[in-house]
T-cell receptor, first 114, second 114 residues
Framework: DQQVKQNSPSLSVQEGRISILNCDYT??????FLWYKKYPAEGPTFLIS?????DKNEDGRFTVFLNKSAKHLSLHIVPSQPGDSAVYFC?????????????FGKGTKLTVNP | DADVTQTPRNRITKTGKRIMLECSQT?????MYWYRQDPGLGLRLIYY???????NKGEISDGYSVSRQAQAKFSLSLESAIPNQTALYFC?????????????FGPGTRLLVL
C-alpha cells in the first residue's frame, strides 16, 4: 500500500512557465514533507520542505503548498528553467521512536524545454 | 569536497558473492541511513543508525547487514548477493535532532548482481 503517491510519472513544460508537481499521501500522521530533486548519476538533493503546521513555504523560485484536509501537496516552480529538468521525489515523514521515518513517492520526471 | 561520499560508485558482482558498500560523511551528523532505489520506484529504507552503538532495521533489511564503524562511516553488506539486489543504493545523513529533520544523500552506488 503506497502511502505517498506521485501520480504523474512525467511532466513537460516550456521555459519560463510554471511547473506544478503533485503529491498525495494517505497517512494522516505525517508531520513533515520534503521535495528532493535528482539528476541522473547523482543522489537526491534536498530542495524544500514544509511542516504540517504550515500551508505554504517559499524559497526563491520554489514554493510548496500543503492541503492537509485533502492530504495533498504540490511544488510550484516559477519560472521554470532548463536546469530544473530532473526527477522530483516527494517524501513524507512521521515522527516515530525518536526519529523521522521518510516515505518516498515514485518520482515525477520534469522536462523543461527551451 | 562532497559532504557524503559513497564507494564504489559502480559495482558488478556475481550471485553468491559478498560485497560491501561504504559511506563516509564530513557533515558531523549523528544519524546515517541506507536506502535502495529500483527503477520506477521511490527510495526504500534498508537500515539506519542513530549513533555508533545504535543500528535499526528499515523496511527491507532482509539479505543485508550494516556496520557503523565510526560517527562518520556506515557500511552496507550483502552477505550473499542475489540478482534482485540489483539496484541503486544511497546513503544519507541527518543531524540528529530527530524531529522534522532533513536527510542529505550521497551520490549513490549502482550495483549489478549477475
Amino acid at each position: 500500500d503506497q502511502q505517498v503517491k506521485q501520480n504523474s510519472p512525467s511532466l513537460s513544460v516550456q521555459e519560463g512557465r510554471i511547473s506544478i508537481l503533485n503529491c498525495d499521501y494517505t497517512n494522516s500522521m505525517f508531520d513533515y514533507f520534503l521535495w528532493y530533486k535528482k539528476y541522473p548519476a547523482e543522489g537526491p538533493t534536498f530542495l524544500i520542505s514544509i511542516s504540517s503546521i504550515k500551508d505554504k513555504n517559499e524559497d526563491g523560485r520554489f514554493t510548496v503548498f500543503l492541503n492537509k484536509s485533502a492530504k495533498h501537496l504540490s511544488l510550484h516552480i516559477v519560472p521554470s528553467q532548463p536546469g530544473d529538468s530532473a526527477v522530483y521525489f516527494c517524501a513524507a515523514s512521521e515522527f516515530q521512536g525518536g526519529s523521522e521515518k521518510l516515505v518516498f513517492g515514485k518520482g515525477t520526471k520534469l522536462t523543461v524545454n527551451p | 569536497d562532497a559532504d557524503v561520499t559513497q564507494t564504489p560508485r559502480n559495482r558488478i558482482t556475481k550471485t553468491g558473492k559478498r560485497i560491501m558498500l561504504e559511506c563516509s560523511q564530513t557533515k558531523g551528523h549523528d544519524r546515517m541511513y541506507w536506502y535502495r532505489q529500483d527503477p520506477g520506484l521511490g527510495l526504500r529504507l534498508i537500515y539506519y543508525s542513530f549513533d555508533v552503538k545504535d543500528i535499526n532495521k528499515g523496511e527491507i533489511s532482509d539479505g543485508y547487514s550494516v556496520s557503523r564503524q565510526a560517527q562518520a562511516k556506515f557500511s552496507l553488506s550483502l552477505e550473499s548477493a542475489i540478482p534482485n539486489q540489483t539496484a541503486l543504493y544511497f546513503c544519507a545523513t541527518s543531524v540528529g535532532t530527530g524531529y522534522q529533520e532533513t536527510q542529505y544523500f550521497g551520490p549513490g552506488t549502482r550495483l549489478l548482481v549477475l
